[in-house]
């Protein structure tokens, strides 16, 4: 081998105007109020802030959601009124009507604009009504879609209790009971249980994903012997993961660099930067990054994946060769791009809304890696990408598929351009081993659906001065 | 400050949007953050529209929060100018662009000196009005800008036509049958001898403002969009307009008759009544209909309609005038319209709400249990809940409210559909009702369809708990799946882990 052959192929990173299309951060209470189950979310903002979520989360409003606007008026915006006033009697029906176990304001353009100062009033209020309030700034300004969750994490994270003396204490105390009971059997189930696991310090996952991702993705740890002692977030907001200094910490999503950072500084945690369990390499990858920061041998990962490439081929056949076009809004693009590259397909350009190479420093260098390994060049990366020259670059390139957001995506199929809508991944199921086939389900469906209508000749269904 | 779930009406700029997307080559820059772009989600998901949505943000971020704007909105307009060409780019303030009160008009003015298209600033104000006024507003605007271009320039043109003719005014992208609306109209018009001279905004080109005044007289269908215009018209060129819908039989009629009397007034001596007489009595359904014994069964029936002012005050006096159903109870959520909606069908119902707040409106459903209910999609799903049948008749909507098949709701072929509209609500309400009191179809009892019936495996609370989790409708599937997976490795107790070993071992 040369020398030459060595060094890797760098990165390229470019950076656009940010003229792109993409979900407002506040849609993240969409899938948070699910996700966390007594709480209630608060957008403070205006008819626009409610017509996007109203219109953008469809059905699920008509099923009495646990969020709500508070609707900015004329007054609010003049400070006629009382900022603290209205909060008070807003956040004291919600606890009537619904009583839940934190409410959390969601902050908007708005009240960045007029500086309504949520967090300073959050301690207040919370004191005089006696639910916890987390303050998030979601807003438009400065965030761009999922990067939403990542500022509610954040928040939480300052929230997660320290140690949690008392739950232990009474734990012992009725493991004692239950010694007397069981003339110590128990015991022995309990032993048995601790020694499936290996002796590590503590660690807690950070990302929101649903419950069955949570239980897969642990099992997979459980399967090296290494224990999640909690997950952020829980399942409830009274079940938030104790955190202490020293815990270690693991991200299962790539935008959750907000998240990260306070669990390093405040909560003084170390992060584990590993690739992100997309697709059984990147499981793979997660899984041994893991082991070995805690010395671990992993065991049985590579029949594992091989297995699970085997299971999808018949998926792989559709896509290998083909190219793909990421036009960029939800900042899972890189590690499904490193996924689909895995996969056999080649990408021309990842569209991301922004790109904290810290945080993805891990997933970057595994893009790099798989570039080289399947053989084939190393995307452009374009951060706060500009729709429109994208748009040019795509009815250039021709790629097989494209996938971006509703706004583009029926334009670009009426071109005879093959599109899948980006939004899906984030709802969809899409980590650990077991999710592979649903992301290629996502993946190869128009390709299959192009299979099912090829030879009627109505691919093009515009025009073609419009094009 | 206001806790609200739900909202009938959107933002102002929304209405703005609506108006310029709905011309033909016009172009929005919105000034907003990022992410306030999602008319495009709506309008390519809803309409299934095939073009790009005309409609670009010039984002607002902190540096322009830190700086103001400076040059970007400019150089948004002017490259926009360049890229795509457009007759006319408006710019569209949002609730944001409101707080921060940067001179926008001054942004007009200088992109305006480099742009070959026209520019001007949408004069909306997001606290003041709603998705509709604004809308009514920015066509007015429209209207008035090229009507005024058009007297600077010497071509504008007033000679009237030849023969009667007519422009009709509020078709927008995103309103409720409009598209099919308009094909109604214009085969309406065609039957009585009536030119189109043009449909504004939907389709139009804004080079074909300045023959507006051409058109014998204004057609406004909708009370909420395009009144504002054809009042304007009527001040600069004395220009009649009909603003009556034409919805329902009788109103049909009514707004034909209307026309003809502002044709003769004008000396085209025109005589609609054989028309009328003939489309009523055997060319349109409707009124056959409601002589119909099937129509007889709905007589005195219980039915609450909540919409917009248009189609609430037009289905309410269809229910009440042409098929003799009890309204209990019609709404609107106009309420900067209120009295006109109370004037409209005070006579046809028991009770008028005025309200935007749909927990009042679920309510007072939920109190009147009505055989059936008219509104938009939120009222249905109230009906949902309350297992009374809903009909659709206004926005806001959902996807299968934009059908690809023929289905106006004005004009003759709008009352057929209606009706089936009507009948369809009442007849499945019954249905049910009867199978209900006589305990469904078939009230043998169901067979277990399980194929492990009595299974011998063991399911551990955990693994008994992620089955749940699985979306009922393939619950069976994985259950039957998982269950042939233990037994083929003699696995008796199936935890969660055996659970995801057979998903992943049939790769499902």
Redesign the interface.
């Known amino acids: 081998m040369t020398l030459a052959d060595a060094q890797p192929q760098a990165l390229n990173f470019e950076c656009e105007t940010g003229n792109y299309h993409t979900f407002c951060p506040i849609s993240c209470v969409a899938w948070l109020y699910q996700k966390i189950e007594d709480s209630f979310f608060l957008v403070i903002g205006t008819k626009t802030c409610g017509y996007f979520l109203q219109n953008a989360m469809g059905v699920m409003i008509f099923a009495e959601p646990r969020y709500a606007m508070a609707e900015l008026e004329e007054g609010d915006i003049s400070a006629q009124l009382n900022d603290y006033n209205e909060l008070k009697r807003l956040c004291e029906q919600i606890k009537r009507d619904r009583n839940p176990s934190v409410i959390v304001f969601i902050g908007t353009c708005t009240t960045e604009i007029i500086k309504m100062d949520l967090e300073g009033l959050a301690p207040k209020l919370e004191s005089e009504i006696g639910i916890p309030i987390v303050v998030a700034r979601a807003n438009g300004l400065d965030y761009a879609f999922t990067q939403g969750e990542d500022t509610v994490l954040a928040a939480m994270a300052q929230r997660c209790p320290t140690q949690a003396p008392t739950a232990e204490a009474d734990k012992e105390e009725r493991n004692a009971i239950q010694k007397l009971m069981n003339f110590g059997r128990k015991q022995e189930d309990v032993k048995r249980e601790e020694s499936e696991y290996v002796d590590h310090p503590p660690l807690v996952m950070f990302g929101s994903v649903p419950d069955p991702i949570v239980t897969q993705l642990s099992l997979e740890l459980k399967h090296q012997g290494i224990k999640v002692s909690g997950w952020l977030p829980a399942k409830r907001y009274t079940e938030l993961p104790v955190i202490e200094e020293g815990y270690y910490v693991s991200g299962v999503n790539p935008f959750l660099s907000r998240t990260a950072t306070t669990l390093m500084r405040r909560r003084k945690t170390k992060l584990i930067g590993s690739p992100f369990p997309i697709g059984p390499d990147g499981t793979r990858a997660w899984v041994e990054k893991i082991c070995s920061v805690f010395n671990i041998e992993p065991k049985g990962l590579e029949e594992r994946e091989a297995k699970i490439w085997q299971s999808v081929e018949d998926y792989l056949q559709l896509i290998r060769g083909k190219s793909v076009f990421f036009m960029g809004d939800n900042l899972l693009e890189i590690s499904l791009a490193r996924f689909l590259i895995r996969c056999g397909m080649t990408c021309h350009e990842i569209g991301i809304p922004y790109m904290d190479k810290r945080y993805q420093a891990a997933e970057l260098d595994f893009l790099v890696k798989t570039c080289q390994e399947m053989g084939v060049p190393v995307p452009t990366i374009v951060e706060k990408p500009d729709n429109y020259n994208q748009l040019q670059r795509i009815h250039e390139l021709k790629p097989d598929l494209v996938i971006t957001g509703m706004a583009h995506a029926n334009p670009l199929e009426a071109r005879g351009i093959s599109t899948k809508w980006s939004v899906e991944f984030t709802f969809a199921q899409i980590h650990g081993f077991g999710n592979t086939r649903d992301i290629l389900e996502l993946v190869t469906r128009p390709l299959r659906r192009n299979g099912a209508l090829k030879d009627l000749g109505w691919e093009k269904l515009v025009e073609e001065a419009r094009v | 400050?206001?806790?609200?779930?739900?909202?009938y009406a959107?933002?102002a700029?929304?209405g703005t949007l609506r108006i310029a997307s709905s011309f033909k080559n016009v172009h929005a820059i919105m000034h907003?953050?990022?992410?306030?772009?999602?008319f495009?989600?709506?309008r390519?998901?809803l309409e299934?529209?095939?073009?790009?949505?005309p409609v670009?943000?010039s984002?607002?971020?902190?540096h322009v929060?830190a700086r103001g704007s400076q040059e970007k909105v400019v150089d948004?307009i002017t490259r926009k100018d360049a890229?795509e060409h457009p007759d006319l780019i408006v710019l569209t303030p949002?609730?944001?662009s409101?707080?921060?009160q940067e001179d926008l008009q001054n942004f007009v003015e200088r992109a305006q000196l480099e742009a070959k298209g026209d520019v001007m600033l949408a004069d909306v104000n997001?606290?003041?009005v709603?998705e509709l006024q604004a809308a009514d507003r920015t066509l007015q605007q429209i209207v008035q800008f090229y009507i005024a271009k058009a007297r600077k320039q010497g071509n504008l043109v007033t000679e009237k036509t030849e023969k009667p003719s007519v422009n009709i005014f509020g078709m927008t992208t995103l309103g409720f049958h409009n598209n099919h609306d308009a094909t109604e109209l214009k085969r309406l018009m065609s039957d009585l001898g009536i030119e189109v001279n043009a449909i504004v905004p939907a389709g139009a080109s804004v080079h074909e403002l300045k023959s507006l005044p051409r058109a014998w007289f204004n057609l406004v269908p909708y009370r909420e969009t395009g009144l504002m215009a054809a009042e304007y018209l009527q001040q600069e060129f004395n220009m009649p307009y009909v603003d009556i819908t034409p919805m329902g039989i009788v109103e049909t009629a009514r707004c034909i008759r209307k026309i003809q009397q502002v044709l003769n007034a004008q000396g085209a001596n025109v005589d609609y009544e054989s028309f009328i007489d003939q489309q009523t009595r055997f060319v349109s359904q409707a009124a056959w209909f409601s002589r119909s014994i099937d129509c007889q069964n709905l007589t005195g029936k219980k039915a609450v309609v909540f919409g917009d002012n248009t189609h609430a005050a037009a289905l309410t006096k269809i229910l009440s005038r042409e098929m003799g159903i009890h309204v209990l109870l019609a709404g609107t959520y106009c309420k900067y319209d209120e009295a006109w909606f109370r004037e409209q069908v005070s006579e046809y119902c028991d009770d008028v709400l005025v309200s935007d707040d749909n927990g009042q409106i679920a309510d007072a459903i939920a109190r009147l249990e009505p055989a059936a209910i008219f509104g938009t999609q939120?009222e249905r799903?109230v009906g949902k809940r309350l297992d009374i049948p809903c009909g659709v008749i206004a926005a806001?909507i959902?996807i299968q409210n934009f059908p690809v098949g023929y289905k106006p709701f004005v004009g003759y072929e709008g009352s057929n559909q209606i009706v089936d509209l009507i009948y369809n609500s009442f007849t499945l309400g019954m249905e049910d009702h009867l199978l209900e009191i006589f305990g469904g179809h078939d009230t043998k009892e169901v067979i277990t369809k399980s194929v492990s019936a009595d299974s011998d495996l063991n399911w551990s609370k955990d693994g008994l708990a992620?089955l749940n989790?699985?979306p009922g409708f393939v619950r069976g599937k994985v259950k039957r799946n998982t269950e042939k997976f233990a037994r083929d490795r003699n696995i008796t107790q199936i935890t969660?882990?055996v659970l995801?070993a057979a998903?992943?071992a049939v790769?499902?």
């Open positions: 400050m206001k806790l609200a779930y739900w909202m959107g933002p700029h929304i907003a953050p990022l992410g306030d772009d999602y495009n989600v709506m390519s998901m299934r529209e095939r073009d790009y949505t670009t943000t984002v607002v971020d902190r929060l948004n890229e949002t609730c944001t409101s707080i921060l997001h606290y003041r709603n939120m799903h806001p959902h992620e989790r699985i969660a882990e995801y998903k992943e790769g499902a």
